[in-house]
């Protein structure tokens, strides 16, 4: 059983590009939720998607984007890199109907040059 | 503004001693609560979740929860070198689209 996977690993942009991050939610989950983890600090949450829809936001700028498509994988985007979007990506998948468990995957360390 | 607070460490046990992880939240509406283990350039995995008050024992991990006092804590039996980590402290509501909040997490170093 598949757990979530994230591609890439490891990313390195410069100031204004822009970046995709995918996601594939562990196997039975339809939920995918992005976090973006700072060095020395808790994940925050960006947003969440089901059912190809975001759900829910956090505080984060419309730089943040995402998608969610037919199979449950995912997509962050992120326009206009800016130094301070340097940070590990996580995305964790859960089951809308289950008991809200979420399990991440590895992560993708992105670094704005 | 939701708030999940920890203490920051360091905390350092001794091999076999008993680790206390400790865990406050702002939002009474909170109904789901868990514990993460972080090591150092990975990713946070699952060890406990508990959902009503009380404890809630798994192997060496105990987890518990008071409502009331807006407290959880998680305590490590028998501590091993292998524990050592960042300890993240997550809570969720089901009105706030069960989004986790997270807190910054507690350092814990096992000393053999």
């Known amino acids: 059983d598949a757990g979530v996977t994230q591609s890439p690993t490891h990313l390195i942009k410069t100031r204004g590009q822009q970046v995709t991050l995918r996601c594939s939610p562990k196997?039975?989950?339809?939920?995918v939720s992005w976090y973006q983890q700072a060095l020395g600090q808790g994940p925050q949450f960006i947003f969440q998607?089901?059912?190809?829809?975001?759900?829910q936001r956090g505080n984060f700028p419309d730089r943040f984007s995402g998608h969610q498509f037919p199979n449950y994988s995912s997509e962050l985007n992120v326009n206009a890199l800016l130094l301070g979007d340097s940070a590990l990506y996580l995305c964790?998948?859960?089951?809308?109907?289950?008991?809200?468990?979420?399990?991440f995957g590895q992560g993708t360390r992105l670094t704005v040059v | 503004q939701k708030e999940v607070e920890q203490n920051s460490g360091p905390l350092s046990v001794p091999e076999g001693a008993i680790a206390s992880l400790n865990c406050t939240y702002s939002?009474?509406?909170?109904?789901?609560f868990f514990w993460y283990r972080q090591y150092s350039g990975k990713s946070p995995e699952l060890i406990m979740s508990?959902?009503?008050?009380g404890d809630k024992e798994d192997g060496r991990f105990t987890a518990q929860l008071n409502k009331a006092s807006q407290y959880v804590s998680l305590l490590i039996r028998d501590s091993q070198p292998s524990d050592s980590a960042t300890y993240l402290c997550?809570?969720?509501?089901?009105?706030?689209?069960?989004?986790?909040?997270f807190g910054t997490g507690t350092s814990l170093t096992v000393i053999p």
């Open positions: 964790a998948s859960s089951w809308i109907l289950g008991n809200t468990e979420a399990f």
């Open positions: 196997s039975g989950h339809d939920t």
């Open positions: 998607y089901y059912e190809e829809e975001e759900r």
């Open positions: 939002d009474r509406g909170s109904q789901s």
């Open positions: 508990i959902y009503s008050n």
């Open positions: 997550a809570v969720s509501a089901q009105n706030t689209g069960n989004q986790f909040y």
